[in-house]
């Protein structure tokens, strides 16, 4: 009887282990057409019920005015290209109350999401590259600089310099009162007390949008084609690399109703949806 009871325990711990190392993974549901001009970041709007791709349609760093926000179904299909125009170089975005916020270079534009028309710029003093964009449920603004190596914050139209002392921080993640930074091939995690910890490290240098699947577990994607999966003990797992064909993996979007990611593709001009398992 012990023998038994012995094997069936082994069996068991055998059988969580691996269910505990079990792989995640993404398979390719859909592709947009190629018409969207360097998309930067994708949006998931669940009450739109669409995406909103951030193209920049230039150089990432020029005040050029040919950027704009576009429109896609959740199906991959254009509704709008051309939904807002006269943008510089967008980036990050988030929705607060009817409103569409963009990382814009060195100002963040406010949009109205019923008009589609620019409400007002929220200039940031000093900044160079604005380039992910969060908001939290107290309806704080945060805004990465990753030239100037700095988090902004913005609170009742008020800017402020949240964060300093970062290597090159982009993609952003507004967690309850904690805010993740991407940080040059880490994860960090930024308490309200400004005390920061790494959760992740290891990853390519160009870590650039963070999205949460369940709390303590993560999607990073890079810039340069791959997308990681962060388990809550801190080790990671590689979903995706595209690097080899020269697709880039920008400033990702995702459902998590239906578990759906959505890859900004940059020089590809187009927007990918994988399922994630």
């Not at 993609?171 to 007390?193: H, M, R």
């Not at 963070?210 to 890079?222: F, L, R, T, W």
């Not at 590689?238 to 998590?256: C, E, Q, R």
């Amino acid at each position: 009887m012990k023998t038994k009871r012995f094997l069936l325990a082994t069996l068991l711990s055998s059988f969580t282990a691996l269910s505990t190392q079990a792989q995640h993974s993404l398979t390719r549901l859909w592709s947009s057409e190629a018409s969207l001009p360097v998309p930067e970041s994708v949006l998931y709007s669940a009450s739109g019920k669409a995406l909103y791709v951030a193209q920049i349609d230039g150089k990432a760093g020029e005040k050029d005015g040919k950027g704009g926000i576009a429109k896609v179904g959740l199906d991959g299909k254009i509704i709008a290209q051309d939904w807002v125009t006269g943008l510089n170089a967008p980036k990050g975005m988030g929705i607060k109350g009817g409103k569409l916020f963009v990382a814009d270079l060195t100002e963040v534009v406010e949009i109205d999401i019923k008009s589609g028309k620019i409400d007002k710029k929220h200039e940031i003093e000093g900044a160079k590259f604005l380039n992910d964009l969060t908001i939290d449920s107290k309806g704080t603004i945060y805004v990465s600089d990753s030239d100037t190596k700095k988090v902004h914050a913005i609170r009742d139209g008020k800017v402020s310099t949240y964060f300093e002392e970062l290597t090159r921080p982009n993609g952003l993640l507004a967690v309850g009162s904690d805010l993740l930074i991407a940080d040059s091939g880490s994860l960090k995690k930024l308490t309200p007390s400004k005390q920061i910890t790494v959760l992740a490290e290891g990853m390519d240098k160009s870590t650039d949008g963070i999205e949460q699947v369940k709390p303590g577990e993560y999607i990073v994607s890079c810039w340069a084609g791959i997308i990681y999966y962060v388990k809550s003990d801190g080790t990671t797992e590689k979903l995706l690399d595209t690097s080899a064909d020269k697709t880039n993996s920008a400033d990702i979007g995702y459902d998590p109703a239906k578990k759906i990611v959505y890859v900004p593709t940059f020089m590809k001009n187009n927007v990918v949806a994988y399922q994630l398992k």
